[in-house]
Every structure is written in C-alpha cells, then in structure tokens.
C-alpha cells in the first residue's frame, strides 16, 4: 500500500494502515449467493406468469398482417405422440427440427401449413391456466356458424393431463395441439395468456392477431370478414 502522497510511509509499521486480511471463502463467490438468485428467477417468472394471465400488453404483436402464417407441428393433445414442436423452416435446423415443420403430417399431429391449405384459419394459442382458455371456448361457441373456416388451438406448456381435462370439460371438438417446449409461443410472439391469430387459405396471415379474450361480437366479425373474403377469392 501505498500513502495519500503516493509514496510509501516511511514512519510506519509494517503492516500499518493495512486492512485486515480477509479470511477465504469456503467456496466460490457466486455459490454463496446461488441460493438467492434461484429464488429471484423463480419470483420473477412467476410475476410474469401472473401479469401475462390478467392484463394486455402493448407490446404484444403476434405475426404481421401479410405475413407468411409461421410454420410448426405439435403433438395433438388427446393423441398418443410425444415430442416438442417443430418449428423448423429447412432441414437439419438443429433444436427449430430436424425436417421443415410443413412436411411433418400425420396421425397426431397438428400441423399449421395443413390447416391452411384447407381453408382459412383461425388458431387460438394460449396457457391452459387461469382464465386464458376462455378463448378457445370463444372459438367453440362460432364453431358451427363459420364451417368452412379452420378452428384450432395449441396449448401453451402445461401438463399433458390438464389440457386434455380441459378440451373434456369445455367440450372442444376441433383439434387442440400441446406445445410442451413453448417453442410456438415464441414464434407467434405471444406476450399475453391467449392470441387468436388470423389467415386466408395459403397461410397469409390476415390483419393484427386477436390479443387476450376478445368479445363474441369481435370475433365473429374477423370470422366474418375471412369467409367472405375466401369466398370472394373462390367465386373469382
């Protein structure tokens, strides 16, 4: 050490002005606090969780309006296929899937590319907790007045077992994937419970997605809106 001067003390002791010697740690500086910082991760995903279920943030966008719909394939709820959600856009794309997420088609797979090439879509994404399947049943209730129009949901993570209770309880009967890895509520840039996003036939996303639980008489107008336009399209 050194005095105020700059230059060493001549009139002092050895070891004079000295902070005491700091005794060593038992361990690594960071495992004394690991503890803490655990319980702040886990205090702050759960606020999210909380504050994602009950309000709608501005900063939620979903996919833009004329767009390309974002390709993924999950595993049907109520089937018997494991996996997480592939969201790949060519092969061998590492954790995304290791084949483009439009060819993988089958028994027990919901698949976004097949919906929209069999009509216009209308894919109700949300967290089976809370309130936030509300929106599916918004769907399910105009189910039957827009046939031609593909109804879908995916659970967002969650148990396996409580989205299958849940499409038993509120009676859904279009398909409903499970998106165990949340792989597809980060392509759809969800920042809220439940999203309601939009496309024509072909997958061309239509207009801004639907964020949280919107009205009936909202819905049913977008619903409105798509049919007439594949319609138009159709009879053209």
Known sequence: MTASGGEPSAAAPPGAGQPPPIPPSAGPRGSRYGWFFGLLVVLIIG??????????????????PGSPLPAFAVPLATGSLNGDADVATRADQGQAGRVPACQERGPGILNSCQLADRGPVALGLFIPAGGCPRVIDELAAL???????????????????SVRALIRKHG???????????????????????????ADRGGRVDGSSLLG????????????????????????
């Open 47 to 64: 606020y999210i969780t909380l504050n994602t279920a009950t309000t709608k943030p501005h900063g939620s966008r979903g996919p833009g």
């Open 143 to 161: 189910q039957h007045s827009f046939p031609g129009v593909r109804l879908a949901g995916v659970a967002i993570r969650g148990s396996r077992s």
């Open 172 to 198: 859904w009967t279009f398909p409903v994937g499970w998106d165990r890895d949340g792989a597809v509520f980060n392509l759809y840039q969800m920042a809220v419970c439940s999203q309601i996003t939009l």
């Open 213 to 236: 639980t919107p009205t009936l008489s909202t819905l049913r107008a977008r619903l409105q809106a798509l049919a007439a336009a594949d319609a138009a399209r159709a009879g053209a």
